[in-house]
């Protein structure tokens, strides 16, 4: 899996979109990039995940840069229940077993 | 759907202790895993489970062994616990094809005196 890099923190405003940097230089070409968060302590929640179109669902929306070195995820109307650690993950095709490895993620608070 | 469930939700032991941390799904998922967290760091893999009877070693494996007891349940177990085994314990599943997504439990928080 492509090693992933992403701030340690950020603040965003209640009611403003979040905004969250991944950069993913070595990313390989069957690599796609996977979204979870956690908010406190509780186990890891599924996002979004995209390979080379950005990607919109009801949670977030996912824009990648056309090399695919970078992403970012967007949170169009941030809450203060937004408040979490998210993981930027790359890892090859969705099928399979493996593991996720996961960093130490960008931990999101929203201020009211 | 309970989803996942992990049973203890917490656990204190002392050093050369065993113990069998479960975990249940109820999502027909074929795949299962067991994570660890330590604080302020990421996840890593212990063990996963691709399917019933196999299981195979994650990125963490020593000092722990898994049984898939069935479709639905994945058990860890501690044969003799070690203060760096002290952490919170997550299990999750996911279904074969949609590996990425996996769904977690909300974690077993461990200490070892």
């Known amino acids: 899996d492509a090693k992933t890099t992403q701030p340690p923190s950020m603040d965003c405003a209640e009611g403003r979109a979040a905004n969250l940097p991944c950069n993913h230089s070595t990313i390989s070409g069957n690599e796609y990039v996977y979204w979870y968060r956690q908010i406190h302590s509780q186990g890891p929640q599924y996002i979004i995940h995209g390979l080379k179109n950005n990607e919109t669902n009801e949670m977030a929306s996912l824009i990648i840069t056309e090399d695919r070195k970078s992403s970012t995820l967007i949170l169009p109307h941030a809450t203060l229940r937004d408040t979490a650690v998210y993981y930027c993950i790359a890892r090859g095709s969705g099928g399979g077993a493996d593991g996720l490895t996961f960093g130490k993620g960008t931990h999101l608070i929203i201020q009211p | ?113």
């Open chain 2, 1 to 113: 759907n309970a989803g996942v469930t992990q049973t203890p939700k917490f656990q204190v032991l002392k050093t050369g202790q065993s113990m069998t941390l479960q975990c249940a799904q109820d999502m027909n998922h074929n795949s299962m895993y067991w994570y660890r967290q330590d604080p302020g760091m990421g996840l890593r893999l212990i063990y996963y489970s691709a399917s019933e009877g196999t299981t195979d070693k994650g990125e963490v494996p020593n000092g722990y062994n898994v049984s898939r007891l069935n479709k639905r349940e994945f058990s860890l177990r501690l044969e003799s616990a070690a203060p760096s085994q002290t952490s919170v314990y997550f299990c999750a599943s996911s279904e074969e094809a949609r590996g990425y997504e996996q769904y977690f439990g909300p974690g077993t928080r461990l200490t070892v005196t």
